[in-house]
């Protein structure tokens, strides 16, 4: 049962996902967490809307949010 990404509301994801798939991005600050806000990554570096997306499709199944650590 695999997520559909289109259905993220998350303003980060779309503003990566809509920048043009070579763009990088910087994603120091943020991670991936999953519904129990549990951190699953933490960004490294910059990456682009490609990686990011082929990554969460590759991992992982249940729902999914990108937060800025504080």
Known sequence: ???KLSKHKNSLFSRIKTSGEQ???NMNKYAIVDSKGKIIEKFRNKITAKTL???L???YY???KIVKLE
Request: overall charge positive; proline content about 0%; hydrophobic content about 35%.
């Open 1 to 3: 049962m695999k997520k």
């Open 23 to 25: 763009k990088k991005v």
């Open 53 to 55: 997306i082929v990554n």
């Open 57 to 59: 499709k590759r991992e």
């Open 62 to 64: 249940e729902e999914l």
